[in-house]
């Protein structure tokens, strides 16, 4: 299967506090998505990144989850991922701490104990749980309009 790319582009506009940025995927599921410092630090209704990279995780972990099962003999009926994503405020500004996953699923006739075990399984073959778990490479190239 050849490499596969999806894009996704933020524009923000104005200072941190008062500005406001729009999100868009290529795909358009997400077309000029607005996110502002007061959905993303505060308790304003809207979008924030934060939550859509749980929404990523969550996603990304059920499938893999259900597809380890699968391959164990196991059948999934229905997974489902909630990821809880923590931004914490270090002494080197904001950082994105932990992740954290709870999952419930059925199976079939699986007993807990190798539920727990395929999951773990799972989560050593889920994209998004590795690229959290190791980093990635980012490359960028910056241009001055």
């Not at 990144?49 to 969550?58: I, K, V």
């Not at 164990?72 to 914490?88: D, F, M, Q, V």
């Amino acid at each position: 299967m050849p490499d596969i790319k999806r894009t996704a582009e933020a524009t923000w506009i104005g200072n941190l506090t008062g500005g406001r940025g729009m999100v868009s995927t290529e795909s358009g599921t997400l077309s000029k998505v607005e996110y502002t410092f007061k959905t993303r630090f505060g308790d304003q209704r809207g979008t924030n990144l934060e939550e859509l990279l749980a929404a990523a995780h969550a996603g990304c972990f059920s499938m893999a989850f259900a597809h380890t099962l699968s391959e164990k003999g196991h059948e999934p009926e229905r997974i489902t991922t909630k990821a809880t994503c923590l931004l914490a405020e270090t002494n080197n500004g904001f950082n994105i701490a932990k992740i954290h996953l709870e999952v419930r699923g059925k199976a079939g006739e699986i007993d807990e104990a190798t539920f727990k075990e395929i999951a773990e399984e799972a989560h050593m073959s889920c994209p998004v749980s590795n690229l959290l778990r190791y980093g990635l490479t980012i490359e960028m190239n910056v241009s001055l309009e």
